[in-house]
C-alpha cells in the first residue's frame, strides 16, 4: 500500500525555522521525483519545491526562494523540507507527492500525494 506520511508541522514565531518530513512505503522511492506543495486557508494547491532522484537538482518557487531547502535521503525512503526565515504568509498546509518525472510548477497531477502537515507561522 502507498503512504507518504508528513510529520514535524506546528506553531512557530515568525523568524522562526521548522523541518517538515515525509515518510514514504509501498513504492520505489529512489525513482521518483518529490514535490512539496502547500495549500493556504481559502486557497488552491501551490508548488514549493522539487527535488530529483539523486538530488542533483532542486528547484523553488520565488517566494521561498534562499528559505527553504529540500532534500531526500533514499536510503530511509524519506524527504525533507527545511524551513528557516519563516513568514506568516507561509502558514499552510504543506503536502509532500511524487512523480516518475519531472512538473513544472503548478498543476502537476501527481501520481501519490500525502495527507498533509500544518505549519502555522504566527506571533
Known amino acids: 500500500q502507498v503512504q507518504l506520511v508528513e510529520s514535524g508541522g506546528g506553531l512557530v514565531q515568525p523568524g522562526g525555522s521548522l523541518r517538515i518530513s515525509c515518510a514514504a512505503a509501498?513504492?520505489?522511492?529512489?525513482?521518483?521525483?518529490m514535490y512539496w506543495v502547500r495549500q493556504a486557508p481559502g486557497k488552491g494547491l501551490e508548488w514549493v519545491s522539487t527535488?530529483?532522484?539523486?538530488?542533483?537538482?532542486?528547484y523553488y518557487a520565488d517566494f521561498v526562494k534562499g528559505r527553504f531547502t529540500i532534500s531526500r535521503e533514499n536510503a530511509k525512503n524519506t524527504l525533507y523540507l527545511q524551513m528557516n526565515n519563516l513568514k506568516p504568509e507561509d502558514t499552510a498546509l504543506y503536502y509532500c507527492?511524487?512523480?516518475?518525472?519531472?512538473?513544472?510548477?503548478?498543476?502537476?497531477?501527481?501520481?501519490?500525494r500525502g495527507q498533509g502537515t500544518q505549519v502555522t507561522v504566527s506571533s
Open positions: 527535488i530529483n532522484i539523486d538530488s542533483s537538482r532542486r
Open positions: 509501498g513504492f520505489t522511492f529512489s525513482s521518483y521525483w
Open positions: 507527492a511524487s512523480l516518475p518525472y519531472y512538473c513544472k510548477g503548478d498543476g502537476c497531477n501527481y501520481t501519490y
